[in-house]
Nanobody, 114 residues
Framework: QVQLVESGGGLVQSGGSLRLSCAASGRIFNSNGMGWYRQAPGKERELVARVIRGGSTYVADSVKGRFTITGDYAKMVYLQMNSLKPEDTAVYYC?????????WGQGTQVTVSS
């Protein structure tokens, strides 16, 4: 089994910053990537950023220039979130792909006040 443990969420004012961390443990073999999704109330879960085997990264247009994903694609991934906006309020989920299976963290709440 694979465990993903997230940390770093919280409440911040508009324009502030937060850094999310996600650590993978267990059967972390043959990783194809790690990243972050988010889900706001009443909305579908959306991909925010990911890093894949080889180190290529993707960041959604809605957060480009404000969010940065770092870390490797096998054990640890971080999401640096700057210039946060109220519309960034959501539960942020870490995900990872090991041995062609998807794994999810428990989610961490990010709330941005205006």
């Amino acid at each position: 089994q694979v465990q993903l443990v997230e940390s770093g969420g919280g409440l911040v004012q508009s324009g502030g910053s937060l850094r999310l961390s996600c650590a993978a443990s267990g059967r972390i073999f043959n990783s194809n990537g790690m990243g972050w999704y988010r889900q706001a109330p009443g909305k579908e879960r959306e991909l925010v950023a990911r890093v894949i085997r080889g180190g290529s990264t993707y960041v959604a247009d809605s957060v480009k220039g404000r969010f940065t994903i770092t870390g490797d694609y096998a054990k640890m991934v971080y999401l640096q979130m700057n210039s946060l906006k109220p519309e960034d309020t959501a539960v942020y989920y870490c995900y990872a792909i090991f041995e062609q299976r998807n794994y999810w963290g428990q989610g961490t709440q990010v709330t941005v006040s205006s």
